[in-house]
């Protein structure tokens, strides 16, 4: 279970629509970067960009969702799989950075004219949430679904999730890679940070800054025995991987690169190789001065000036496609192994590859032209917003590692944060639930809403000069992880930063200043984009500024896939916690509501569907027994298993009961403990009748329960409700709510575009 | 200062509290914008020189840092600039 290959491969960027004609062109040094033709920019300094026009988005569709489709069509057909034959053992997982930033300019374009004439169908193809279940109903996959929303290292991010939920033994073969559009969003957003270089990029040599790029990359991942059973042809293999977080900036790389060289060491040692046996490294890369120094400085620190492993940045010929560039690269770095030849960095002079030495020794950039060479060991690195660095090994098959072994612990809730329309902390919570208080409610729409405030800052020492900066969503996340922390009684320092990390769920993301970000585009030009706004408008904005205000380096992942969203992150937490060197990780689940937030709601007919919206942010504090036991922790509650299905509807809809109790089947097998024997469910029905009907059907095995739905007082918060789900459903096993004498819970999470989710957790003490 | 740079300084005041959320009351004429008075970063100071040339059609890239020292010293470099222009 532990041995997981490739054995498929999909890919469109700049330089070409097949991962042969891609791999090809970039051994060659071709490079795909020109003029754009998709973003306005005449009154911009820069011009150029990756694009891919030859591929037209199909009417109706939103381009990253397009072009994720394409590549995985390719992926899917090369692989030979047949999805529907075994479709609840085939997930899909999708970084993106952007997701649907064309639909969004199109949705505001038509809102700032007249607000009736922009269309629901356009509020549906907007968040990140919706790629990978548009590629799970293309497909018919109804595995594990999900979408890593983790800026410009979620592509590799997602691949390293993929192999995970596998090694996990929660699904046999992943759709996995990246996708991201050229966009004004993102050109705007670039451009605003004078980050966007105005002739093609040519990373670590004289670069002045990026080539925005757009593309997909989709790669099979697959159990070797699966692949084995069914003759597959295999590329290579996926080992292990390494997630760090910087805790420094929200847009620059820290300069000393200590955050990156974390991750790479962390890649190694999860893989059970050393430095010197890399062959090849495809670095991240970007052509932005400070990224390239900080990174030349890591690279040079892990694996030494000698020239055994060469690094070439392939960003110099497709651009950076931001969410998709790990995926985009992985493609890359599979054929590198297969061919034995490693693709280049281009815009080389001779005297740049003589100055090169006095920064860098012998090490070689691979200047230019592809060489041959061949390739067992292949390190794959991408860092991100929110100082978010993460690193992959791919390998030869059979060649020699020794993974790191997922271990035994038990993983318990220590801390509980808590930002929520009944009040914050958790004591605030407790005392309104005891008392039936009546939630905090908006005046202007009548949504339930959470409100952070001075005195929340100034209670967990967050400054104005920090808070100004953040949206809502970030700003509750970043008091709700403090409150968990401070709850957990945990006192961060240099000794334990690197050993704490952060998964998050959200559905939404920062709807809110993506949606005030496209407006001033919209009314200013792409020239005139806010450097203010533009890092807030990516989903790991919230998480990495709560790694910074809290001083966390260790593991950071962001998940996007509707409400479920945030018990999907409690569940994923305690897998990290078993395979990775984090001792302590915060599963935030968090969405905002606002002004804008509820528009968009309205306009796809949930609110007058039933629902009520609301928002707010809750973090649950997980931490090995190991660690917990050691410092003598309060124990809340045990995790004790997860599972998760898919329904493979349209994004915006729910169906099929059958994959909601498939969920709760596997969660309850996961954890060991007969359906019989929980006491205690948090339903997941938000008012909307679908959900309703798949949930009543779902429950006839726990008739005898209690049931308990945190929106029925909070509304539906979506992420943050269902990780206040979790975090209820822990404060009543430990006695702190009511008076239970269920010994175990089910927590349950749905989301419309048919993904449910299910975690068991036990009482602490039981 | 007179009623013209005035009027430009309380603009500029308007505009970093709606666009950098920095609260009214925090921000007088003469408190340092960057180091230990408001503490404004470098993507900050990019928001600055953008809102500068979109309100007054005043470009200041490459201009001595003094000028952002504080409201009365930006204000000051405005309305005395060949390119300031007042727009509604």
């Given amino acids: 279970m532990d041995r997981i290959v490739i054995t498929g491969l999909g890919l469109v960027c700049a330089i070409g629509g097949s991962a042969d004609e891609c791999f090809d062109n970039a051994v ?121 929303a983790n800026a410009c290292a979620a592509g590799t991010m997602s691949i390293a999730m993929a192999a995970d939920i596998i090694r996990s033994g929660k699904a046999d073969v992943m759709i996995a890679g990246g996708s991201d559009p050229m966009s004004s969003l993102a050109y705007s957003g670039f451009h605003a940070l004078h980050a966007l270089d105005d002739e093609p990029c040519r990373p670590f040599n004289k670069s002045k800054g990026i080539a925005l790029g757009e593309g997909a990359g989709i790669l099979i991942v697959e159990s070797y025995e699966h692949a084995m059973a069914r003759g597959a042809k295999i590329y290579c293999e996926v080992l292990g991987s390494g997630v760090s977080s910087d805790a420094h900036h929200i847009t620059a790389p820290a ?89 280049p960095t281009v815009g080389y002079t001779d005297e740049d590859v003589v100055a090169m030495r006095d920064k860098a020794g012998d090490f070689d950039f691979v200047p230019n032209k592809g060489k041959k060479k061949d390739v067992t060991y292949v390190q794959s690195n991408n860092y991100a917003f929110g100082g978010n660095n993460a690193s992959i090994i791919y390998a030869k098959e059979d060649a020699p590692r020794s993974l790191r072994e997922a271990t035994a612990d038990r993983v318990f809730v220590t801390g509980i944060g808590v930002v929520s329309p009944l009040g914050n902390t958790v004591g605030g919570y407790v005392e309104a639930v005891r008392a039936g208080s009546a939630p905090n409610v908006c005046e202007k729409c009548g949504d339930a809403v959470s ?138 689940g968090a969405d905002e509501d606002s002004e804008t937030v509820h528009m968009l709601y309205d306009k796809i007919g949930a609110l007058s569907g039933g629902m009520k919206l609301s928002d707010g942010a809750v973090t649950l504090a997980l931490e090995k027994e190991s660690s917990a036991s050691a410092r003598g922790a309060k124990k809340y509650a045990e995790v004790l298993g997860s599972g998760f299905a898919h329904c493979d509807v349209e994004f915006g809809k729910y169906g099929c009961s059958g994959q909601l109790k498939r969920a709760i089947d596997l969660a309850l097998d996961d954890a060991g403990v007969k359906a019989g024997d929980i006491g205690l469910v948090m339903t997941c029905s938000n008012g909307l009748a679908s959900l309703s009907e798949a949930e009543n059907e779902a429950l006839a095995p726990f008739a005898s329960a209690e049931k308990v739905n945190v929106r029925d007082v909070c509304g539906e918060g979506r992420a943050a409700s269902s990780a206040l789900a979790a975090a209820h459903a822990s404060l009543m096993l430990a006695g702190e709510i009511g008076s239970t004498k269920a010994k175990y819970a089910l927590v349950l999470g749905a989301s419309s575009g048919g993904s449910y989710n299910a975690v068991v957790l036990g009482r602490a003490d039981r | 200062m007179d009623e013209r740079q005035k009027a430009v300084a309380d603009k500029i005041i308007d505009y970093l509290s709606e666009t950098l959320r920095l609260p009214k009351e925090n921000i007088d004429y003469d408190i340092p914008l960057f180091g230990d008075g408001i503490g404004l970063d470098s993507v900050d100071s990019l928001e600055i020189i953008a809102g500068m040339n979109l309100l007054f059609g005043v470009t200041l890239i490459g201009v001595n840092d003094g000028v952002f020292a504080n409201i009365r010293t930006l204000s000051e470099y405005i309305v005395n600039s060949p390119d300031y222009e007042e727009k509604s």
């Avoid at chain 1, 490294?281 to 000698?306: K, Q, W």
Wanted: hydrophobic share 40%; proline share 3%; charged share 20%.
């Fill in chain 1, 28 to 148: 060659a040094g071709k490079v795909g970067i020109k003029e754009v033709s998709s973003v306005e920019h005449s009154k911009c300094y820069a011009h150029i960009g990756a694009e891919y026009p030859e591929f037209v988005t199909p009417e109706g569709e939103d381009r990253a969702t397009a072009l994720c489709v394409k590549a995985a069509e390719e992926a899917v057909a090369d692989s030979g799989i047949d999805v529907k034959k075994d479709a609840d053992r085939v997930g899909v997982m999708i970084g993106s950075c952007v997701g649907g930033a064309v639909s969004i300019e199109k949705f505001y374009r038509d809102y700032v004219a007249d607000p009736d004439k922009a269309k629901a169908e356009d509020v549906l193809k907007m968040p990140i949430s919706a790629i990978a279940n548009n590629v799970a109903l293309r497909f018919g996959a109804r595995g594990v679904v999900d979408n890593v």
């Fill in chain 1, 255 to 343: 300069p000393d690169g200590e955050g990156m060289q974390a991750a790479m060491e962390r890649s190694l040692e999860n893989s059970g190789i050393s430095a010197s046996d890399v062959d090849y490294i495809n670095a991240h890369g970007t052509g932005t001065p400070l990224n390239d120094s900080s990174e030349l400085g890591a690279m040079l620190r892990v694996f030494g000036s000698s020239g055994k492993a060469c690094a070439s940045s392939t960003k110099s010929m497709v651009g950076h496609c931001l969410g998709a560039a790990g995926s985009v690269e992985a493609v890359f770095c599979v054929k590198a192994i297969e061919r034995g030849v490693v693709p």
């Fill in chain 1, 451 to 588: 409100a952070v405030g001075s005195e929340d800052f100034a209670s967990v020492g967050i400054k104005l000069n920090f808070y100004r900066k953040l949206d809502k969503l970030s700003q509750m996340t970043c008091v709700s992880g403090k409150y968990a922390l401070a709850d957990a009684g945990i006192t961060v320092d240099d000794g334990n930063a690197r050993k704490i990390g952060i998964v998050a769920g959200t559905s939404d993301g920062p709807q809110t200043d993506i949606a005030n970000f496209q407006k001033g585009i919209i009314a200013n030009g792409t020239q005139s984009g806010s450097a203010f706004l533009f890092p807030n408008t990516v989903y790991n904005a919230a998480p990495g500024y709560l790694s910074i205000c809290a001083g966390l380096k260790g593991y950071n992942v962001t998940y996007a896939n509707g409400a479920a969203s945030g018990l999907a992150a409690v569940a994923y937490s305690a897998r990290v916690l078993r395979t990775t060197q984090n001792d302590v990780i915060l599963a935030v």
